[in-house]
């Protein structure tokens, strides 16, 4: 068979095949009666980078790295998903964010990369948010109708790819990297129109909901309180990230115009998609080919007051995952999987040998028999903090443990600044440790060591799915707890120390 897969960017699951009543995606939605959709698929990060690392790879994310590393970069060998199938015989060729652009693609994976085009066209409108701070949290691109957005492009190079430039001796496995709705929000005028602002309800918190036990503010504070020693220290002037980033004070119509902006992008991405199935049914290849269709991982819409993504939190780690599978019946699955399990999944499906080196598992079992099970937990390293999650059937358990710890704050340095100019900001002299600048190709951090403070948070996701109240501290959870946290130490391979209650 062939095989199709796309990735969305920042895709949570306000999808009306997931139940989002405000979501204009139809053909998701008819794509989604086609396939089996799995209700609870989580990803390994908590952003772009490290997700797609595990996904193409495999590999747990203690393995590819939790934060923006180059792991292809120093693992040129690593066999991939995609090099795996172009070794068994496809033709393999990708459009888009695939990878997080082109940094860590391995040597071995593409016989063809089709290039992406953005327009420039002088009648699109682009968009900073701020909050009133003034601090960005998103933009957006407004695009007229006849502009095509950066995700129709890519549709139509598929469409291309299908009618003129496969190789018809072969199979293809095809990756589709959709940027929306990453930011900035890209859509034309006739997505918006589709949410209209009055329409759009606010973000709300419900009455008891415990507070995060790693506030955004924490960084900033453990570097101030450790490494920053001179009075007046402001953490806003090296832009590391405050409560005023992720606790947001937005007025209620810039909630509402971010929100629709976020949607309006979905939808536009939702025609796009639709372009892509068409050009399936055209051709004639429907029904040999298998379509994956999935994110990176979630978004926050005033979770919280957050407008970002970074934490453990079930709006960012739980990610639409859908499949149609040619000979296999629609149904729904209850069952967990992750987005490691992609290709032992689709290696499976097109009946190719088990990876090697994947260390997820195939969900292709699950997908035949939807009412089973599947496995008892998937697991999650975010960015912020060094936490873990574990989530499984009933729960999800959150950890950060105590212990030394590398803070990382980005600077904002020119390329070819001198460390000098960091001076009248950090008194160099006191830091416990060495400080490192690393260039990651957009912005250069600064390393320090530090001590990290521990906490733990709790969940019941039957009764509170959104993680709100967090029984963390009810004693009556303790074997829950334990239970948990030997997940944690199982699975990762430095010990998680038990958390004491903050």
């Given at each position: 068979?062939?095989?199709?897969?796309?990735?969305?960017?920042?895709?949570?699951?306000?999808?009306?095949?997931?139940?989002?009543?405000?979501?204009?995606?139809?053909?998701?939605?008819?794509?989604?009666?086609?396939?089996?959709?799995?209700?609870?698929?989580?990803?390994?990060?908590?952003?772009?980078?490290?997700?797609?690392?595990?996904?193409?790879?495999?590999?747990?994310?203690?393995?590819?790295?939790?934060?923006?590393?180059?792991?292809?970069?120093?693992?040129?060998?690593?066999?991939?998903?995609?090099?795996?199938?172009?070794?068994?015989?496809?033709?393999?060729?990708?459009?888009?964010?695939?990878?997080?652009?082109?940094?860590?693609?391995?040597?071995?994976?593409?016989?063809?990369?089709?290039?992406?085009?953005?327009?420039?066209?002088?009648?699109?409108?682009?968009?900073?948010?701020?909050?009133?701070?003034?601090?960005?949290?998103?933009?957006?691109?407004?695009?007229?109708?006849?502009?095509?957005?950066?995700?129709?492009v890519m549709a139509a190079s598929f469409k291309r790819f299908i009618t003129s430039e496969?190789?018809?001796?072969?199979?293809?496995?095809?990756?589709?990297?959709?940027?929306?709705?990453?930011?900035?929000?890209?859509?034309?005028?006739?997505?918006?129109?589709?949410?209209?602002?009055?329409?759009?309800?606010?973000?709300?918190?419900?009455?008891?909901?415990?507070?995060?036990?790693?506030?955004?503010?924490?960084?900033?504070?453990?570097?101030?309180?450790?490494?920053?020693?001179?009075?007046?220290?402001?953490?806003?002037?090296?832009?590391?990230?405050?409560?005023?980033?992720?606790?947001?004070?937005?007025?209620?119509?810039?909630?509402?115009?971010?929100?629709r902006d976020y949607d309006a992008s979905v939808t536009m991405l939702d025609e796009a998609?639709?372009?892509?199935?068409?050009?399936?049914?055209?051709?004639?290849?429907?029904?040999?080919?298998?379509?994956?269709?999935?994110?990176?991982?979630?978004?926050?819409?005033?979770?919280?007051?957050?407008?970002?993504?970074?934490?453990?939190?079930?709006?960012?780690?739980?990610?639409?995952?859908?499949?149609?599978?040619?000979?296999?019946?629609?149904?729904?699955?209850?069952?967990?999987?992750?987005?490691?399990?992609?290709?032992?999944?689709?290696?499976?499906?097109?009946?190719?040998?088990?990876?090697?080196?994947?260390?997820?598992?195939?969900?292709?079992?699950?997908?035949?028999?939807?009412?089973?099970?599947?496995?008892?937990?998937?697991?999650?390293?975010?960015?912020?903090?060094?936490?873990?999650?574990?989530?499984?059937?009933?729960?999800?358990?959150?950890?950060?443990?105590?212990?030394?710890?590398?803070?990382?704050?980005?600077?904002?340095?020119?390329?070819?600044?001198?460390?000098?100019?960091?001076?009248?900001?950090?008194?160099?002299?006191?830091?416990?440790?060495?400080?490192?600048?690393?260039?990651?190709?957009?912005?250069?951090?600064?390393?320090?060591?530090?001590?990290?403070?521990?906490?733990?948070?709790?969940?019941?996701?039957?009764?509170?799915?959104?993680?709100?109240?967090?029984?963390?501290?009810?004693?009556?959870?303790?074997?829950?707890?334990?239970?948990?946290?030997?997940?944690?130490?199982?699975?990762?391979?430095?010990?998680?120390?038990?958390?004491?209650?903050?």
């Amino acid at each position: 068979m062939n095989v199709l897969l796309i990735i969305a960017d920042d895709l949570n699951t306000r999808l009306g095949c997931y139940g989002e009543s405000q979501a204009r995606t139809p053909a998701l939605d008819r794509f989604a009666a086609q396939s089996v959709v799995f209700d609870r698929c989580y990803a390994p990060s908590t952003v772009c980078t490290p997700s797609r690392k595990a996904l193409l790879t495999g590999l747990a994310i203690h393995t590819v790295g939790a934060d923006n590393s180059d792991y292809m970069d120093a693992h040129p060998e690593q066999m991939t998903m995609p090099r795996w199938f172009r070794e068994h015989g496809y033709q393999t060729a990708k459009v888009g964010k695939v990878e997080h652009g082109h940094e860590y693609a391995g040597p071995k994976d593409w016989e063809q990369v089709l290039p992406v085009q953005w327009s420039h066209d002088k009648r699109i409108i682009a968009r900073t948010f701020t909050d009133s701070t003034g601090k960005n949290i998103g933009s957006s691109r407004y695009l007229p109708d006849d502009v095509p957005t950066a995700d129709q492009v890519m549709a139509a190079s598929f469409k291309r790819f299908i009618t003129s430039e496969r190789d018809t001796q072969r199979p293809f496995f095809f990756a589709l990297g959709f940027y929306a709705p990453h930011t900035p929000y890209e859509s034309q005028s006739r997505h918006r129109d589709q949410h209209p602002l009055d329409a759009i309800p606010l973000p709300k918190t419900p009455a008891g909901t415990t507070p995060m036990t790693k506030p955004a503010s924490y960084q900033a504070r453990m570097i101030e309180r450790l490494h920053m020693p001179k009075p007046g220290f402001d953490p806003a002037s090296l832009g590391i990230d405050d409560p005023k980033t992720y606790n947001a004070t937005v007025s209620a119509e810039l909630q509402r115009t971010i929100i629709r902006d976020y949607d309006a992008s979905v939808t536009m991405l939702d025609e796009a998609l639709a372009e892509v199935m068409e050009t399936l049914e055209t051709s004639g290849l429907a029904s040999n080919t298998i379509v994956l269709f999935t994110s990176d991982q979630g978004f926050f819409l005033g979770y919280r007051g957050m407008w970002c993504k970074h934490y453990l939190y079930p709006d960012v780690l739980q990610v639409p995952m859908l499949v149609r599978i040619p000979g296999v019946q629609p149904a729904r699955s209850s069952g967990i999987v992750e987005l490691i399990d992609t290709w032992p999944t689709l290696s499976e499906l097109a009946g190719l040998p088990k990876p090697p080196s994947a260390a997820g598992s195939s969900f292709a079992s699950l997908a035949r028999q939807p009412t089973s099970l599947g496995k008892t937990a998937a697991f999650a390293e975010g960015i912020m903090f060094g936490g873990h999650a574990v989530i499984t059937r009933d729960h999800l358990f959150l950890q950060w443990a105590e212990g030394p710890a590398r803070i990382r704050a980005p600077v904002g340095l020119a390329r070819g600044k001198s460390l000098k100019v960091l001076d009248p900001i950090i008194d160099l002299s006191r830091l416990k440790d060495t400080i490192t600048i690393r260039l990651d190709g957009h912005q250069r951090w600064i390393d320090v060591d530090g001590w990290r403070e521990s906490s733990r948070e709790l969940y019941d996701l039957r009764q509170d799915p959104r993680a709100w109240h967090d029984l963390a501290g009810d004693p009556a959870q303790t074997e829950s707890i334990a239970a948990h946290t030997a997940l944690l130490n199982a699975y990762f391979p430095a010990p998680v120390p038990t958390a004491q209650t903050p």
